[in-house]
């Protein structure tokens, strides 16, 4: 039987890196896409022209407009990538994130069987490591219990569960894998290694003063996003359905990932100063770059995450050591130096023309 595979959140960093892993693979590959008069579809723009990628309108928070994509694609594996995925949003959407993320993982596994497919169709649930919130247990592994601290958190943890009960109650192939943090070149701009790579090159090139951030001290086991696609699509190799956790097993504070950034990026800082009064200054020029806001704190806050990835390195054959801290630094770092000279080098140009313009050198 051909494969086929179905991604909700197809437009996102997972959802884009994992459609080009399965395409490699020789699968067909089918995204769900919402209605936006926005492109939002930058990630996936360059596999549109490609003869086995095919996108689908539909929305998590819709039964009808799921099922009507599961039955015409009949596919053999899904992965419900799809959610409200920014912990702090939640508190500000808390039923929103409920509906997305909660139920709209019901809704999956309920299109799934209502199509005939609950005995051919495997399903992947991203899970997440804010499962484990207040942690309870430090590192944390696939016995660790959980303590949701946020509405985000509750709304997966629901998901987790409900998939855990199709897989019990109608013996469907239906897993969760409990990712931590996992970044990249395409990570969206608010999460919050991406801010601090984007505002170093923008500091570096003198085109940002400086960045402001919330709680530095808190602690996550950062991996890379390219490299945990696979580990998606080997859960679902498995010969049993069964969850785990994906994690580097290496932990760093905030602080840490900004020291490195901006060093990667030409500056050295030197963090002085306690809480609200902390302060990121340039070792060479004493210049204050990182100051610490109370906007970016959130109401409870998960700070000491730290996953352990034997089970997966054991069963699945994962290798959790690919890409080490340094290098995914210095792969964001690179991309948006890059990213913003591009920016600077067109903005050169449009003043360049404005001027011929105004001197009636070009008409
Ligand atoms: N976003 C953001 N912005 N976070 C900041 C900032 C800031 O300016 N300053 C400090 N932080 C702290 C947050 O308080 C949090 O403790 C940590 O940095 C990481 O925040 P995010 O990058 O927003 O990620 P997250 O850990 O809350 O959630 C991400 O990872 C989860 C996996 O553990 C998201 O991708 C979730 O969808 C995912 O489930």
């Not at 086929?4 to 996102?12: C, S």
């Not at 990630?43 to 996108?55: C, D, P, S, T, W």
């Given at each position: 039987m051909?494969?086929?595979?179905?991604?909700?959140?197809?437009?996102?960093?997972?959802?884009?890196?994992?459609?080009?892993?399965?395409?490699?693979?020789?699968?067909?590959?089918?995204?769900?896409?919402?209605?936006?008069?926005?492109?939002?579809?930058?990630?996936?723009?360059?596999?549109?022209?490609?003869?086995?990628?095919?996108?689908?309108?539909?929305?998590l928070g819709d039964s009808m407009s799921i099922l009507q994509v599961v039955s015409k694609v009949r596919p053999t594996e899904i992965y419900n990538l799809a959610a409200q995925s920014h912990v702090q949003v939640s508190f500000d959407s808390p039923e929103f994130t409920a509906d997305v993320d909660a139920t709209g993982v019901l809704r999956v596994l309920e299109a799934v069987r209502l199509c005939g497919l609950a005995d051919t169709c495997k399903i992947y649930q991203a899970s997440t490591s804010e499962l484990y919130g207040k942690v309870e247990e430090v590192p944390q592994n696939e016995q660790t219990p959980f303590h949701p601290y946020s509405p985000y958190a509750v709304a997966k943890l629901y998901g987790f569960w409900i998939v855990k009960e199709y897989r019990e109650a109608y013996n469907m192939f239906c897993c969760s894998g409990i990712l931590f943090n996992h970044e990249s070149e395409r990570r969206g701009e608010t999460f919050v290694t991406r801010k601090i790579t984007l505002a170093a090159a923008r500091i570096a090139?003198?085109?940002?003063?400086?960045?402001?951030?919330?709680?530095?001290?808190?602690?996550?086991?950062?991996?890379?996003?390219?490299?945990?696609?696979?580990?998606?699509?080997?859960?679902?190799?498995?010969?049993?359905?069964?969850?785990?956790?994906?994690?580097?097993?290496?932990?760093?504070?905030?602080?840490?990932?900004?020291?490195?950034?901006?060093?990667?990026?030409?500056?050295?800082?030197?963090?002085?100063?306690?809480?609200?009064?902390?302060?990121?200054?340039?070792?060479?020029?004493?210049?204050?770059?990182?100051?610490?806001?109370?906007?970016?704190?959130?109401?409870?806050d998960v700070v000491n995450l730290w996953g352990d990835p034997s089970k997966a390195k054991r069963e699945l054959g994962w290798d959790p050591a690919k890409t080490s801290f340094e290098e995914l630094v210095k792969i964001m770092v690179d991309h948006d130096m890059a990213k913003v000279a591009v920016e600077r080098a067109s903005e050169g140009i449009r003043t360049n023309l404005a001027e011929y313009l105004e001197k009636g050198i070009v008409k």
């Open positions: 051909a494969n086929i595979a179905l991604i909700t959140g197809v437009t996102g960093q997972d959802g884009s890196y994992l459609s080009e892993f399965l395409l490699d693979k020789g699968y067909d590959v089918h995204g769900i896409i919402r209605r936006s008069s926005v492109d939002y579809r930058e990630r996936i723009a360059h596999l549109e022209g490609h003869k086995n990628f095919h996108l689908h309108y539909g929305d090139q003198g085109k940002q003063e400086k960045l402001y951030l919330g709680n530095l001290s808190s602690l996550r086991d950062w991996g890379y996003a390219k490299d945990y696609v696979e580990c998606m699509w080997l859960i679902l190799q498995n010969k049993k359905p069964e969850d785990f956790v994906i994690a580097t097993g290496v932990q760093h504070s905030v602080r840490e990932f900004c020291y490195y950034a901006f060093k990667h990026a030409g500056i050295e800082l030197e963090f002085q100063g306690e809480g609200l009064d902390e302060k990121g200054i340039d070792k060479a020029t004493g210049k204050v770059l990182v100051e610490v806001s109370p906007d970016f704190y959130r109401p409870t």
